[in-house]
């Protein structure tokens, strides 16, 4: 898989030469400028060097061996933190694509840690810091009205992904108005109001999802589902992904097995963001329910984020083609790392345009 790296600025030799380590596992210096002259791409073996220098500083590869004996390998600390380039991964049809992950992965609650790095951490903490700050100055009515429009932002985006064709516009009429729009089907205004509801209730009961348990994570997915001829119960069967051979698990034990693996996790895992990473992503790996399980990641994230006094995300500003090819890679390469960087790109706009 061709890798494009633009958050490491690497240029496109650079990029070329790391596709060619990734390739092959273990290359050299000489295999790496063979390569290169194969490709037309004629530069001195001072300049390779430089370039396999530059890769080294960034920590996208390491170096084995001594002297003559050097080879260069992919530098994987985490294999959940593995980069695919997103434009040219869904360049393949589902069937072509070269799928690691076709079911479910029990191995993935080991890889689950240290997802963020310090500097992550550090850079986000600041922007929560300054999210607190400013609502400790703020007025309780002001506070109530920006978490209003952050739950009519939520609601409208959430419930698009999920195809609802309400316009922001027509949620914020409907949720403050309780009206609903002409020409769509009343299952998208029951879609829109079980947001607001279920956002109301986890940021009613706070310390409440401190500790998560099955029952927390059924009553997040109760409330979204509610009135939508969908069951609350732990799904039984198989179920299909639209655009992806992935198949989550099919046995009603497994899938509890799994769920109650996940809240060991989260409940274990003290840094707050991650514990909201790790629930967007499981949920909807895991499947546990016939449908809703994407609007149950998304409020389970936020329930968590609350919990511990970090500011919620609306996803508003997210694209929802990119929230969906995310999580086909975590799927099918059990890769965090596009919806990772959509995760921070979220809590940043978050932090940025409400609480003001």
């Known amino acids: 898989m061709i890798k494009i790296i633009k958050e490491k600025q690497i240029n496109k030799t650079q990029q070329d030469i790391f596709n060619f380590i990734r390739s092959q596992k273990r290359a050299t210096n000489s295999s790496i400028k063979i390569y290169l002259e194969k490709e037309n791409i004629i530069i001195s073996r001072i300049t390779v060097v430089r370039n396999i220098n530059f890769l080294l500083a960034k920590n996208l590869i390491k170096r084995r061996g001594k002297g003559r004996s050097v080879w260069y390998e992919e530098n994987i600390k985490n294999k959940v933190l593995r980069y695919f380039d997103v434009n040219d991964y869904f360049k393949l049809e589902p069937d072509k694509r070269n799928v690691v992950f076709e079911r479910f992965n029990f191995k993935i609650f080991e890889d689950l840690k240290n997802i963020f790095t310090n500097e992550e951490i550090k850079e986000l903490k600041k922007l929560n810091d300054d999210y607190q700050q400013r609502n400790k100055n703020l007025s309780k009515s002001i506070i109530k009205k920006e978490f209003e429009r952050l739950t009519i932002d939520l609601s409208w985006k959430s419930s698009q992904i999920e195809g609802n064709t309400y316009s922001l516009i027509d949620t914020e009429i409907l949720i403050k108005e309780n009206k609903e729009a002409v020409g769509h089907k009343k299952e998208e205004a029951i879609m829109i109001l079980n947001h607001k509801k279920t956002f109301n209730y986890i940021l009613e009961q706070k310390v409440y999802f401190k500790k998560i348990t099955v029952k927390k994570i059924q009553e997040i997915h109760h409330l979204l589902v509610q009135g939508l001829g ?59 329910f016939e449908d809703g399980n994407k609007r149950t990641s998304r409020m389970l994230s936020n329930a968590l984020l609350l919990a511990y006094n970090f500011c919620p995300l609306s996803f508003r500003s997210i694209d929802e083609s990119d929230y969906k090819k995310a999580m086909i890679i975590f799927y099918e390469q059990n890769s965090i790392v596009f919806l990772k960087k959509l995760f921070i790109e979220q809590f940043k706009f978050a932090t940025n345009n409400y609480f003001l």
């Open 230 to 288: 969908i069951s609350m119960d732990i799904r039984k069967g198989l179920v299909g992904i639209v655009g992806t051979k992935y198949r989550p698990l099919d046995n009603e034990f497994q899938i509890m097995e799994a769920l109650e693996k996940m809240i060991e996790i989260l409940n274990k895992q003290k840094e707050p963001l991650s514990k909201a990473l790790i629930a967007l992503l499981l949920i909807s790996y895991i499947q546990p």
